[in-house]
């Protein structure tokens, strides 16, 4: 069964920074794309940037670039994002996603929560 499993979430404020991890399990993820997605109150899910499995490539959203870092560590299946200098606008439950192609495989996302 595969499963994405995202922790590091939590309460921070503006200026601050938190590390998400998102552990995938299932099958190998390797050469797969990983990345972010958020979703805040009342708002559509949005795209957050993603990595593809040669780790070549890495793509951000512009609200993020600049301030956002992702990684991946494939040994370990799991796929790393670094916040730094949040901003309330940030706050949002982010969801891992995985897929060969396009993104199959979702997590059940980790709230992020930026004050003022």
């Known amino acids: 069964q595969v499963q994405l499993v995202e922790s590091g979430g939590g309460l921070v404020q503006a200026g601050g920074s938190l590390r998400l991890s998102c552990a995938a399990s299932g099958r190998t993820f390797s050469n797969d794309r990983m990345g972010w997605f958020r979703q805040a109150p009342g708002k559509e899910r949005e795209y957050v940037c993603s990595i593809d499995g040669s780790e070549s490539t890495i793509y951000y959203a512009g609200s993020v670039k600049g301030r956002f870092t992702l990684s991946r560590d494939n040994a370990k299946n799991t796929v790393y994002l670094q916040m730094d200098s949040l901003k309330p606008e940030d706050t949002a439950v982010y969801y891992c996603?995985?897929?060969?192609?396009?993104?199959?495989?979702w997590g059940q996302g980790t709230q992020v929560t930026v004050t003022s």
């Open positions: 996603a995985a897929g060969p192609g396009t993104f199959r495989y």
